[in-house]
């Protein structure tokens, strides 16, 4: 028809739906990378921190990975899980206790859940290995008294008990040598590791690990942990050093590769 008017499209009304849908997406945007900017910003710190520990604590410090710790220290049953075993943010040197020179090394561990036709996820988390300031000595462990240890002290336990009721309830103690567990556990070594133990320590093979299950430890817990594990050794009674001898010159496996 001549002279009629063109229709006009029907706009579209934006619903609250709609207003919230366009905000929402940008904003959970940007705090994902908001989010991986400060992960980013904080494992930089962190590497700086550990770099300038390893000068404080006169230890030898790389960044670089390795895959061989989980030959040197399979004896613990931590660095044999899994697959696909990773260290990195090492430090590796000798401590001097009652006289005798220690080695000790520290840094992260990684691993993969599951076996070659499974793929699991992937953990990790922080230890320390120190040698012992005497040669082989009965394998002794130390952890934190979990449900599963209260559970069975009801059918009966190879914890070992102490004089100190508070350490007794904190700590599960196992060895095959009773004598050795309350050599190495007198009275002054409950209050030090009352005050602050990590949560699980173990030895084997002359070496001690200590380590808290999965997570990454900053610079000032590995430091803590460090200078534990050294007031540890020292409370260690003279005579026990002395029964044991010295440490071995040479240890198999010495710190994942070097002698």
Known sequence: MVGARRARPARYALGVGDILNYLIWPFLALLLIVAVVIGILRKRRRLRELEGLAGRLGLRYTRAGGSGIHEKF?????????????????FRGEVTIAGRRCRVQMGDYRYREGDAESR??????????????CGLTPDLGIRETGLLDVLAEVVGSEDIDFESAAFSRRFHVSCASRSFAYAVITPPMMEHMLARAPRYMSSGRCWWLCYEGEGLWNAARFERH?????????????????????????????????V
Do not use: D, I
């Open 74 to 90: 399979g004896h613990f049953p931590c660095f044999v899980r899994g697959q696909r075993w990773r260290m990195s943010n090492t």
């Open 120 to 133: 699991g996820p992937t953990r990790e988390f922080s230890y320390l290995v120190m040698q012992q300031p």
């Open 226 to 258: 460090f200078r534990w594990t050294l007031g540890f050794f020292e409370r260690w009674p003279a005579y026990l050093l002395e029964e044991y001898g010295p440490p071995p010159a040479r240890l198999a496996g010495f710190l994942a590769g070097e």
